[in-house]
């Protein structure tokens, strides 16, 4: 999507050990407008999919998911990264490895928000190596529920988690994806 | 508001130790066209004060502020409650007391994304014991930030939050204020 590969081009900053920060428009700072430009991306990709329910995961997925989940006129469930006590009952839980933050966190849905009738398009802000998208394809999968597809922001091409999960036969819009960046002069190089 | 007040009434649940579990339209399964009826609600409210940004907390304040912002035309930026690697350099930030976790976390935001010049709206799904609230004003406070109101959903009018952060003379605008809730017979019981 050209709109946001500008938009990280202009805005993003790429750090030393593979980050690109992007906090002034996607997860930090979120730029509505963009946001919406994307949801109706995605629209536009899955049309016709009947989709009836949008899974995201706390905490920077939830925006761009609510914005998104208007294009297509159905609900958001977000996964939530650790127990609380007002989720009670039966849920969904799996076991997420965090890169970014260097630890291992439960992923839980409550069994209440995700059925086996469910058409589910996944958001996330970022695919990287795949480990919370891997989390909530096994809690939609538990549900028995239906995974259209998963619409990425912006995709590490360069890290496994794309060719992984596109392996296992599910469709994912990543609607940029970044195949290098380069610290030393910032620029990032995407894939065409 | 009569429509969160009716939503309330119909998928609310009471449980014991003042929990009103509202997770099935609110803060895990997100209905978001109520959502922009919110939004719109704040936006009436809040109409003439030059708002010209939304501040909110992870997580579940975010899909209700990125909604709201529609209504707006302003960006949101969410605090987040602990340090991630991703955001570096100068920060502000604040300890909270979590009553619903029982723990102390950080709560933290770039000092990039608030500013001397904001007018800023703060947003958040639950006013109990204000105290993520008070961190989020002391953010903005300590970034010299011009803080127009404050919009909940939900205020727990027995808690002493709401009382605490208006005799600060902040104006706090909430949509459907809880006064008493029986966990035996179900009843919410809105104020007038």
Not at 56 to 78: D, K, L, N, R, Y
Not at 162 to 179: H, M, P, Q
């Amino acid at each position: 999507m050209k709109l946001l590969e500008e938009r990280i081009m202009k805005d993003g900053i790429v750090k030393e050990g593979n980050v690109l920060k992007v906090d002034s428009f996607l997860n930090h700072q979120m730029d509505i407008d963009l946001f919406n430009e994307m949801g109706k991306e995605w629209k536009k990709l899955f049309a016709g999919c009947n989709i009836n329910k949008i899974l995201t995961i706390e905490a920077s997925g939830i925006g761009i998911a609510c914005i998104t989940a208007q294009h297509f006129g159905v609900p958001v469930v977000f996964a939530k990264k650790s127990q609380s006590i007002n989720i009670e009952g039966d849920v969904y839980t799996t076991r997420v490895q965090s890169f970014t933050h260097k630890k291992v966190y439960d992923v839980i849905v409550s069994k209440k928000y995700i059925r086996p009738e469910d058409n589910i398009l996944i958001i996330d802000d970022f695919l990287a190596n795949g480990c919370a998208l891997e989390g909530l394809i096994d809690i939609a999968k538990n549900a028995g529920a239906n995974i259209i597809g998963v619409g990425i922001a912006i995709e590490k091409g360069f890290q496994p988690g794309g060719e992984i999960i596109r392996k296992r036969g599910i469709r994912v819009e990543s609607l940029a994806i970044v195949d290098k960046m380069d610290p030393t002069t910032g620029k990032v190089f995407f894939r065409k």
